[in-house]
Structure formats: C-alpha cells, structure tokens
C-alpha cells in the first residue's frame, strides 16, 4: 500500500504519493564544495501528486513505473495503488525517465497528457537518438517509445499557461528543455510544484549552483533553481518537489549566501 500524503489548497487537495527513493551516485553532482560531505550515493525522494480541483483529477507525474526497477529497486511503488480510471488529466513536469515510467504497460484511457511544447520537441526530434552517445541510447528509446503511445492525446502548451481550476503551467527551463513547475491556487492560497528544479534538498538549497547529471542545461538549472528559490521565499508560497523526502512539501527561507528548506 502506498503511502499517501493530503494537503488542503483552498477548495483543492493535493495528495502527495510516495514512489519510494533512489540512491544516486554522488558523482551525479557536480561543483559540489569541498566542505560538504557526502557518502557514496546520496539518497532523494521520488514524489508525485494527485490534485483534485473542482471536478477534475489531475495527475502530475506518473512516477518510475518499472521503467528504472532494474538499477533502482525501491522506485516506482505508487502506481499499482493509483486508479487510473478516476484521473481526467495527466500533466507532466517533464519527460525523464522517472516521471514518465509510469506510462509503460499501462492504460491511462483518454485522459489528455499536457506537456510544454519544447519538451515534447526536443525528445521527439528525428535526429536525436543518432545524435545520442550510445550508453544513453536507451533512455531516449524508452522516452520515445511512451512518447509514440502519447502522440494522438498529448496537448502542448507555449510558455505559461492556464490549465483552468487554478492550476497553471510555469516553466522553469534548464534541467530539461521544457522544464515546468505547476501552480495550484484557490482561495487565496498556493502551492507550487517544481518538479525537479531542486534535486538533493542537503546540495542544492545552500548551493543553487550545484550541478545534476542530467540536467540538459546545467547553468540555466542553477539560473532557474536560485530564481526560483529567491521568488518563494520572498513569497512565501508554499513549495513540493519530486525528489525531496516525502512529502516533500514546506517553504524556503533564506540562509546566508544561499536558502534552506523548511518542511511542513
Ligand atoms: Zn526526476
């Protein structure tokens, strides 16, 4: 059983579910400063979010699935407990592997996929699986292959955009291309998902400059993550991210040179 976390936006629920964690390689940092110490992997969270806003029920990723069970075991949990039938909109953060996953060897019926459109562009380009180093191959095949079973419902979106019921798309470009937070707002209160602008919470709050592996632009990354991070704790507006532990949901404040994470 998957375990689920509620929270209250206005008239909106936002239900947190828990797609269990990965272990990732520390050398999947980079610029990391000498006076942090980390061990051998550096463990994050893998979360992603129901939103029940008037009568829809939006999903915000679909977690790993089994697309990844193979190197990280305890991931892809949450979707066997998730009835499908009940979701009317899927919208995605981005296309990676892990929020994606979940697509693979399922029926998600009719429900409209959104996606910005320069995300949905650059993994569907023609040229670039031969463009792609061959030990990275297989992650665009997969990502092409749920993207071929996505084309005849997928909805593209420019910029940002109002998805209605006080959901919105924000981009927040550099970890991919097409990068987008999504904003859930009723009743005078927010909540903003970004998705995987924040990586590691221990790294990247105090080091917005710390890079990812698999960011596609690292310094548009860091760019967006201290944007990002300066916006909200001047805001107040309540932040959740799909690798920070579970639930993965609280405020930042500023700290210094840098931010910290302050979890509700
Ligand atoms: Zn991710």
Do not use: C
């Not at 947190?16 to 980079?30: E, K, Q």
């Not at 699935?65 to 949450?78: K, N």
């Not at 904003?183 to 005078?188: D, E, T």
């Amino acid at each position: 059983m998957t375990i689920t976390f509620r929270m209250q936006i206005g008239a909106s629920t936002v239900t947190v579910w828990n797609d269990g964690h990965f272990d990732l390689p520390r050398a999947y940092f980079l610029g990391v400063p000498e006076n942090v110490e980390l061990g051998e992997t550096v463990p994050v969270g893998a979360n992603l979010w129901l939103i029940e806003a008037a009568d829809r029920r939006v999903l915000v990723d679909t977690g790993s699935g089994q697309a990844l069970q193979a190197r990280f075991p305890a991931t892809g949990a949450a979707l066997a407990d998730l009835s499908k039938e009940a979701v009317t909109d899927i919208v995605l953060t981005h296309m990676h592997a892990d929020h994606i996953g979940g697509f693979l060897g399922n029926d998600w019926g009719d429900a409209p996929v959104h996606v910005a459109r320069p995300e949905w562009e650059f993994w569907t380009a023609p040229g670039l699986l031969e463009a792609t180093p061959q030990d990275r191959k297989p992650m665009i095949e997969m990502i092409q292959m749920v993207a071929l079973g996505l084309a005849d419902r997928v909805v593209l979106h420019e910029g940002a955009v109002d998805l209605g019921d006080g959901l919105s798309l924000v981009p927040l470009p550099g970890h991919t291309p097409g990068h987008s937070g999504v904003r859930v707002a009723s009743g005078g209160e927010s909540l903003l998902i970004i998705g995987d602008a924040v990586i590691s919470e221990d790294l990247h709050f105090a080091y917005p400059d710390v890079g990812y592996a698999l960011e596609g632009d690292p310094a548009l990354a860091a760019e967006t993550r201290a944007r990002l991070f300066a916006e909200v704790a001047a805001s107040g507006e309540r932040i959740a991210a799909t690798h920070l532990p579970f639930p993965g949901a609280g405020r930042v404040e500023k700290d210094g040179d840098g931010w910290r994470f302050v979890a509700t």
